[in-house]
T-cell receptor, first 111, second 113 residues
Framework: GESVGLHLPTLSVQEGDNSIINCAYS??????FIWYKQESGKGPQFIID?????DKRQGQRVTVLLNKTVKHLSLQIAATQPGDSAVYFC??????????FGKGTRLHILP | DAGVIQSPRHEVTEMGQEVTLRCKPI?????LFWYRQTMMRGLELLIY????????DSGMPEDRFSAKMPNASFSTLKIQPSEPRDSAVYFC???????????FGPGTRLTVT
C-alpha cells in the first residue's frame, strides 16, 4: 500500500554500488539527528542516529555524516541491495523529546 | 515481541461519522506517539504521551481530534466528526527512554468519503 508522497526526490542506484542520501536541516539547536527507512505499506523503521556533538557514526553497512557548519546530514549505504529500496527520512530530535521528520527521499535500486 | 499493534488496518467511513483508531505499544515502552502521514504534508506528529500522560498535543489539527491513554498498554485516537481531509495513514509508535528510536506500528489507512 502506498503511504508516502508520489513526488519525493528519487535516487536511483545500481545494485552493489554505494548510496548517499542527503538531508538539510534548519534548527541549529537540534540535539540529535536520526535516519528512518520506510518500505511500502509499512511504518518507518529506525536505522541510525547521531548526536549533535559528533560528525560521523557507523553502523552495519550504513554511515551517517553530520556537518553542522552547513546544516547538512547524509546517510551512506554500502553495497546497496534490493532490500534497501524504500523511502528514507531524516529527522531532528529536539530538546523537549519529540522528533520532526523531513520530507523523505525515495531510493530506487537498479538491477 | 509482537511489536506495536494497531487496529483496524483499514477504515472506510462516511463524512460526519466517528472514527476510533487503536494502538497497543510494545510492553515496557514509556513513550507513545501518534503520527499522520499524507502525500501533501508528509509525516506529522499529532500528540505524544509519557507514562500515559499527554506531553505535547500541539500537532492535533483541531478539536475534532482527541487522544487518550488510559493505561500503559492501550491508546486511542478519535476523530469526531470525521471529514474527507482526515483521510491519511495514521501511525502509532512507542519508545523506551531513547525518544529518537521509535518503533512504529503498521499504520491504519483511513478513508473518509
Amino acid at each position: 500500500g502506498e503511504s508516502v508522497g508520489l513526488h519525493l526526490p528519487t535516487l536511483s542506484v545500481q545494485e552493489g554500488d554505494n548510496s548517499i542520501i542527503n538531508c538539510a536541516y534548519s534548527n541549529s539547536a537540534s540535539d540529535y539527528f536520526i535516519w528512518y527507512k520506510q518500505e511500502s505499506g509499512k511504518g518507518p523503521q529506525f536505522i541510525i542516529d547521531i548526536r549533535s556533538n559528533m560528525d560521523k557514526r557507523q553502523g552495519q553497512r550504513v554511515t551517517v555524516l553530520l556537518n553542522k557548519t552547513v546544516k547538512h546530514l547524509s546517510l551512506q549505504i554500502a553495497a546497496t541491495q534490493p532490500g534497501d529500496s524504500a523511502v528514507y527520512f531524516c529527522a531532528e530530535g529536539l530538546r523537549d523529546d519529540k522528533i520532526i521528520f523531513g520530507k523523505g527521499t525515495r531510493l530506487h535500486i537498479l538491477p | 515481541d509482537a511489536g506495536v499493534i494497531q487496529s483496524p488496518r483499514h477504515e472506510v467511513t462516511e463524512m460526519g461519522q466517528e472514527v476510533t483508531l487503536r494502538c497497543k505499544p510494545i510492553s515496557g515502552h514509556d513513550y507513545l506517539f501518534w503520527y499522520r502521514q499524507t502525500m501533501m504534508r508528509g509525516l506529522e506528529l499529532l500528540i505524544y504521551f509519557n507514562n500515559n500522560v499527554p506531553i505535547d498535543d500541539s500537532g492535533m489539527p483541531e478539536d475534532r481530534f482527541s487522544a487518550k491513554m488510559p493505561n500503559a498498554s492501550f491508546s486511542t485516537l478519535k476523530i469526531q466528526p470525521s471529514e474527507p481531509r482526515d483521510s491519511a495513514v495514521y501511525f502509532c509508535a512507542s519508545s523506551f527512554l531513547g525518544i529518537h528510536e521509535q518503533y512504529f506500528g503498521p499504520g491504519t489507512r483511513l478513508t473518509v468519503t
